[in-house]
């Protein structure tokens, strides 16, 4: 299989895979992005901690599954561009943009976030993102519902 620069390969087969710290949370956020979210909740650990800094903590794989799940049942998607990924031991930190789709709602965020990972699982994932830019991405997404030319693009992929 060959490599698409904006799609890396994930293998099937968990015995050959980079368990490093950075490749869990970028196999994380692969997996997201493709809305495969059986393969990302599978890179979580049971007790995981799942914090948006400002808002309520989910606590456990089963309660991320189950949040993330209602978003892409609804018809919600996810893309994400990684500017920046780096590790100290066995923390990651990210400086990303995320892409929220509600069907012709698009919100485009900058967010930074910190993964926590042990034994190829993440056992922290705390997200810090701006509120006053959350608001004014939520105002520009809903704007955009009804002038599509106003709507938020993902930026290019590096």
Known sequence: MVEQADKPEIAADQAEIDSSPVRVVER??????????SEAVALLAVDVRYENVGLPTVHGRERVRRLFGRGYDDGAGFDVVIHTICADGASVLTERTDFLTFRKLHIKLWVCGRFDVQDGQIVLW???FDFLNFNTALLRGLLGV???KLRATLPARA
């Open 146 to 148: 009804h002038l599509p």
């Open 28 to 37: 994380f956020m692969e997996f997201l992005r493709r809305g495969d979210l």
């Open 126 to 128: 705390r997200d810090y």
